[in-house]
């Protein structure tokens, strides 16, 4: 019998805890007796795995003092060894950077799987040390991997061309999968809070659900919001999720400078934000860069209309049932609209607030998908069709399958 052991940094409600959380709960309905490692455990977290999980540490490691965080790293690969040989895994899954380097210094002789969720290349343009890190890696300890996943060719490209990554014989694309019927059902639980069923019922609603991070660049939202929103009466910008104490400092004042107080709600973090995507008018995503953003395909499935910026090439394979070529204006998909990217070079939070022609083309782009129906008319037309490569049965059982 399959012994699986999954590893991730945190428990928060993100896409890679997210597609844990699915594999757990699939393999366990399998038969698998399965383990999951957070590197990091927090009262706030959303993502659990009850009896099965093991928490490394319950302190963040930005309550660590230096010394006391690199022992902390130094300790976790042996960790992980310790829980490997204990319960007997047979295949493990790490997600995302941090726990995909520690997962390949522990050594173990398991069927090793490593997943990556993001363009390495845009990430590393913020140069620290853990970004060094994880790039040294790509040529030196992911040689001990099985498998590596990447979650769109986009990334697997990148990882090649631009990264320098060593072992292109173990790297192989498989995209994220969704449990549609999951999804569903629980897009059909109700709002509990009236106030927040009101704000949706009432009006017509841009929604960003995600972390408010320099990832997501979420001022490029606002911005554009700020040019449609006098076109629509009702219109209302809700944004869910946390983040960086900076990101949403400087997206308080963003608000305000632009008058748009009474038209921005942010409702934090959500355990079940899927009634929310259900109700919501479109779905918007103005990230500077992402993999294969889960939010996509959940929108698909809740038959949600989306406008995202060209954040990645696996964008036009999650929106579009064939691929499309790069445009300097918007790209009509099946799903929604793309427009032009916003990345500059730069991942900080902006010094001034001029507005960008991409931002004129994003605001462009939300007037139309809020003023046509036939946008969510073709989603549903092509929904299964769109769906259909992100089946969770089928892509959980090709992780644990060698290449």
Request: net charge neutral.
């Amino acid at each position: 019998m399959k012994k699986i052991l999954l590893i991730m940094p945190y428990g928060s409600v993100g896409g890679m805890e997210r597609l844990a959380l699915n594999f757990y709960s699939k393999y366990k309905e399998q038969g698998f007796e399965v383990k999951a490692i957070k590197i990091i455990q927090l009262p706030s977290d959303i993502i659990t795995f009850n009896e099965d999980e093991i928490a490394l540490s319950k302190v963040d490691f930005n309550q660590m003092s230096f010394i006391s965080r690199l022992l902390f790293y130094v300790k976790i690969p042996f960790v992980i060894r310790k829980v490997v040989k204990k319960y007997d895994i047979t295949h493990s899954i790490s997600f995302g950077d941090m726990a995909n380097v520690f997962s390949s210094l522990s050594f173990t002789k398991e069927y090793k799987i490593a997943s990556i969720h993001a363009l390495k290349s845009v990430e590393f343009v913020n140069k620290n040390f853990l970004a060094t890190v994880f790039k040294l890696a790509f040529k030196t300890s992911y040689y001990f991997f099985d498998k590596v996943v990447c979650i769109s060719e986009a990334i697997k490209k990148d990882l090649i061309q631009n990264c320098g990554y060593a072992f292109s014989r173990n790297l192989t694309v498989i995209y994220n999968p969704h449990d549609v019927q999951e999804i569903n059902r629980l897009s059909m639980i109700e709002i509990d809070l009236e106030d927040e069923m009101k704000l949706f019922q009432n009006n017509k609603v841009v929604l960003f659900l995600g972390r408010l991070s320099c990832q997501k660049a979420p001022w490029h939202l606002i911005k554009s919001f700020s040019l449609v929103v006098g076109e629509e009466k009702n219109l209302k910008l809700v944004l869910i999720g946390d983040g960086d104490e900076n990101v949403t400092s400087y997206l308080t004042q963003l608000v305000a400078t632009l008058d748009l107080t009474e038209s921005v709600v942010f409702l934090g973090r959500k355990s079940n934000p899927y009634h929310y995507l259900k109700s919501a008018t479109v779905l918007a995503l103005s990230s500077y860069y992402e993999g294969t953003p889960n939010v996509i395909v959940e929108a698909i499935a809740t038959e949600t209309p989306i406008v995202s910026s060209n954040c990645t090439d696996g964008i036009m394979e999650l929106m579009s049932i064939h691929q499309q070529a790069t445009s300097s204006d918007l790209i009509i998909t099946e799903s929604g609209v793309v427009t032009p990217n916003f990345f500059k070079g730069s991942l900080a939070i902006p010094h001034n607030n001029d507005f960008t022609h991409e931002e004129k083309l994003f605001a462009k782009a939300l007037s139309l998908v809020l003023q046509d129906s036939t946008f969510k008319e073709n989603l549903i037309t092509n929904q299964e069709q769109l769906l259909s490569k992100f089946d969770l049965d089928r892509i959980a059982s090709s992780y644990l399958k060698p290449l």
